[in-house]
């Protein structure tokens, strides 16, 4: 509640989320195992999360206990049908974290997209009506830079990009990086590079070691200091069901996920991602 100096009456402040999408067009570099841990590690420390899952796979879903057969109102319904988002969202295990699960009928709604006007703008109307009861959105995005994940940019405050610390994700990063200033540009100007996050990573190599001084020399102050390592425990969680801290809080991964959240938490608090 705040006071307003004029008249002595207390009045409701809403405070939107904030709005993230975790992208990388290259599979296979962390980014549903970011998307989720993220987002968990971020509710587990005391704020109201919502993980969209926003791949046609369905991964994320799955990863928090939504397997497709669970699955009764998905993404989908919201960005095409006539079903509302607050209908689509569903609980998880962390009690401040909920999910928007996605099935393959997503594909369609790519498909679908292409002949609506506004086509770029469908999740953003979506997420507007639920924006109000978080204070994140993390949206995992597919692995490419089609009209999904464009929706995804338009509807998102900043942009999470995980990467592999090897040459060839150099020039995907590029591509990604021109592909949100495109979009900033004609679409939505606050949008934002939040930042990059090395996951796999080997610190023993030097390979390793100047992909990730190379990226911190072009774009300084938007590399994460939180590197996420290779982790069996990790890459055992989604067969569970469960984020890796619900399936294994002590092991490495967790732990970098959690030191992550409270780097990123830092960052969107104290605006050093704008």
Known sequence: MKLCLVTGACYEVLVMARIVAVANQKGGVGKTTTAVNLAASVAAADHKVLLVDFDPQGNASSSVGYSKDRVELSIYDALIGDVAMSDCVRPTEITTLFVVPAT??????????????????????????????????????????????????????????????????????????STIEKVREAYNAKLDLEGILFCMYDPRTNLACQVKGEVESHMPNKVYETLIPRNVRLSESPSHGKPVLLYDFRCAGSKSYMQLAHEFVERTSHGTAA
């Not at 594909?107 to 006007?117: D, F, H, K, P, Q």
């Not at 929706?151 to 405050?157: E, F, K």
């Open 104 to 177: 393959m009928d997503l594909v369609g709604a790519e498909i679908e997209l292409i002949g609506s006007e506004s086509r770029e703008s469908y999740l953003k109307r979506a997420l507007a009506t639920v924006a109000d009861s978080y204070d994140y959105i993390i949206i995992d995005c597919p692995p490419s830079l089609g009209m999904l994940t464009l929706n995804a940019l338009v509807a998102a405050d900043g942009v999470v990009v995980p990467m592999q610390a090897e040459y060839f994700a150099l020039e995907g990063l590029g591509a990604l990086v």
